[in-house]
C-alpha cells in the first residue's frame, strides 16, 4: 500500500517494537502492556503515545505531499496511456498525434496579439528587440493549452478510475452549525475566522457550492488567528451569542459581509437582524463560548489546520481560497468512490 510505512507512523501505537528492546516498565518498574516504546531515558521509556502528538502536523502534510506527487505521477501516465491509444485507432505514432491534431491547427499570434502581450509582460526591452520571442511564447501557451483541453476531450469519453485516495483525517462537525441536509454523503467542515479576508473572499463560492450541489452538508468551525487577527476571537464569540437568540447563519452571513468585524460593527449587525440587544451584550460580556471556540481550535489543529480558510470535505483537506472547480472535482471523486463501494458490496453481499 502506498502509505504503509507513513501510516504506521501516524498510529504509531501500531507498529511492532523492534525484537531486541527490553521489556517496557513504567516509572514504578511495573511493565507497560499493550505500548509502542520508541527512546529510554535512563532505562525509563518514551511511549509512541507521547511522540504522536509532537509529530502529527509533520506527518500529516508529509502524507499529503506524497499523494501530490504520486497523482500527478498517475495522471501524467493516464495522460500518456490515452495518446497512445488514440494514436493507435489512428494508426500514427504517438509521437505524431498532437503534432497533427493539436500543433498544427495553432495559428500564429498576429502582431496585435502580440503587441497586447507584450504589454502584458510590462518589459523594459523594447518591443521590437523582444517581438519574435514573445511571439514564439505566445504560440507555445497556445499549443499547450490546445494539448491539455485535447487530451482532456479524451479522458472524457474513455473509462478512467484512479483508485489512490487522498489522505484523510476525521474532522467532527457542530450539528448547531450545519447548512444542508444532515444525511448529504458528503461533508464540508470549514474552519474559519471572521477577521481573515481570504475567508471572506471564499464565501461566495461556498454559497454557490451549496445552492449547486444538494448532496454537501457544510459545518463551519471557528479558527480565530489570534496572533495576527486580534478581533476575531470576539467575532466568533458574538456568532456564538447570535447563536443562543436563534440567528446563527444570518449572523454569520452579515458578519463576513462586513468591512468591520469589531465590538461596535457586533453590535450594529445585532440590531439589524433585532436580537434581543441587552441578552446579547451580556452573553459576549460573560465570554461564556471561550471554552467552545478553544475546541474548535483544538479540533483543527489536531486536523492540520495552520492558516485559514481550511476546508475538509470527506476529510480531505482543502487549504485557502480555493476556485467552485476544486471543491467539485473532490466531491466528484468522492461520489464515484462511495457509488464504487455500492455496487462491490451489491455484488458480494
Avoid at 504509531?12 to 527512546?39: F, M, T, Y
Amino acid at each position: 500500500m502506498p502509505y504503509k510505512l507513513l501510516g504506521c507512523a501516524l498510529l504509531l501505537v501500531s507498529c511492532s517494537p523492534a525484537q531486541d528492546q527490553p521489556q517496557i516498565r513504567a516509572q514504578d518498574g511495573a511493565p507497560v502492556k499493550g505500548k509502542a516504546v520508541v527512546a529510554f531515558v535512563d532505562g525509563k521509556p518514551v511511549l509512541a503515545d507521547d511522540l504522536l502528538p509532537v509529530v502529527r502536523n509533520q506527518l500529516l502534510q508529509l502524507r499529503r505531499q506524497q499523494y501530490e506527487i504520486e497523482n500527478k505521477g498517475i495522471e501524467n501516465l493516464i495522460n500518456g496511456r490515452l495518446i497512445e491509444l488514440e494514436a493507435e485507432r489512428k494508426g500514427i505514432p504517438k509521437e505524431k498525434l498532437l503534432e497533427s491534431e493539436v500543433d498544427s491547427k495553432i495559428a500564429d499570434p498576429t502582431d496585435a496579439e502580440v503587441q497586447a502581450y507584450y504589454l502584458g509582460q510590462r518589459s523594459n526591452r523594447p518591443f521590437d528587440d523582444v517581438k519574435g520571442e514573445l511571439r514564439t511564447q505566445l504560440k507555445q501557451a497556445r499549443i499547450q493549452q490546445a494539448r491539455d483541453k485535447y487530451v482532456q476531450s479524451l479522458r472524457e469519453k474513455a473509462q478512467v478510475t484512479v483508485l489512490i485516495r487522498p489522505p484523510r483525517v476525521t474532522v467532527s462537525i457542530d450539528p448547531s452549525r450545519l447548512r444542508g441536509d444532515p444525511k448529504a454523503p458528503i461533508t464540508i467542515v470549514e474552519f474559519s475566522d471572521f477577521q481573515c479576508p481570504y475567508c471572506r473572499k471564499v464565501e461566495p463560492t461556498v454559497k454557490e457550492l451549496l445552492a449547486k450541489h444538494p448532496e454537501v452538508k457544510f459545518s463551519y468551525r471557528d479558527f480565530p488567528l489570534r496572533d495576527i487577527h486580534p478581533q476575531a476571537e470576539g467575532a466568533a464569540e458574538s456568532s456564538r451569542c447570535a447563536e443562543d437568540q436563534g440567528k446563527y447563519w444570518e449572523y454569520h452571513d452579515v458578519l463576513f459581509a462586513s468591512e468591520k468585524v469589531d465590538h461596535d460593527a457586533q453590535l450594529d449587525i445585532a440590531r439589524k437582524l433585532r436580537l434581543d440587544e441587552k441578552k446579547f451584550e451580556e452573553c459576549l460580556s460573560s465570554g461564556k463560548s471561550k471554552s467552545e471556540i478553544d475546541k474548535d481550535i483544538d479540533a483543527g489543529t489536531q486536523a492540520g489546520v495552520n492558516g485559514t480558510p481550511g476546508f475538509f470535505i470527506n476529510g480531505i483537506a482543502l487549504s485557502g481560497t480555493q476556485p467552485l472547480s476544486a471543491f467539485e472535482k473532490i466531491i466528484s471523486d468522492e461520489l464515484a468512490a462511495q457509488n464504487r463501494n455500492s455496487s462491490a458490496g451489491a455484488k458480494n453481499p
